[in-house]
């Protein structure tokens, strides 16, 4: 009798179909210089099935959640799209799921330094694809929570009009 080694090999992880991007826009002219020292102020949108999500402020309790055409925010300038990574979830899972996320994300719940718009597309990232969106993308927002005891109480307000 022959006894023959089986080799089990670990099943790959599916990758998922749809691909994810993020799209990052410029604040201010200034990002053109701080942009090359990993500073600058950013908005971004999460991208995919051809729809950008965004997050946004306004004095509701409704969604601050909104929906533009890809690369394309008003008021911003488009810098860049970063890849991200993919998702299993069709058209209709990813609106399932914006309007599940929309119970987070009012407009009356964003704030500069801890709920902006770059927050809520890592959340979203992460739970769509497992990855966070690049560091230096929501960096000044981290280096004003360390200085948030000393920055205006104005600042904190929303200042970042929703998109209707």
């Not at 179909?17 to 210089?33: E, F, K, Q, R, S």
């Not at 533009?68 to 860049?80: A, L, N, Y």
């Not at 599940?100 to 890592?122: E, P, R, V």
């Amino acid at each position: 009798m022959v006894c023959k080694m089986v080799t089990i090999l670990p099943r790959k992880k599916n990758l998922g179909a749809y691909p994810v991007y993020l799209n990052v826009y410029d604040l201010t002219p200034i990002n053109g210089y701080a942009y090359w020292l990993g500073l600058g102020v950013y908005h971004s949108g999460v991208q995919v099935h051809g729809v950008e999500y965004g997050f946004g402020a306004h004095e509701h309790e409704t969604t601050g959640i909104f929906e533009v055409e890809p690369r394309k925010c008003p008021g911003f300038s488009f810098r860049k799209s970063i890849f991200i990574g993919t998702t299993d979830l069709g058209p209709k899972d990813v609106g399932a799921f914006m309007n599940k996320l929309a119970q987070d994300y009012s407009g009356n719940a964003y704030h500069l330094i801890t709920k902006n718009c770059n927050h809520f597309c890592n959340d979203v990232c992460l739970r769509l694809t497992a990855n966070s969106i690049p560091r230096w993308v929501n960096r000044l927002a981290r280096f004003g929570l360390l200085c948030n005891c000393v920055l205006p109480p104005d600042l904190n307000e929303a200042t970042v009009s929703q998109v209707t």
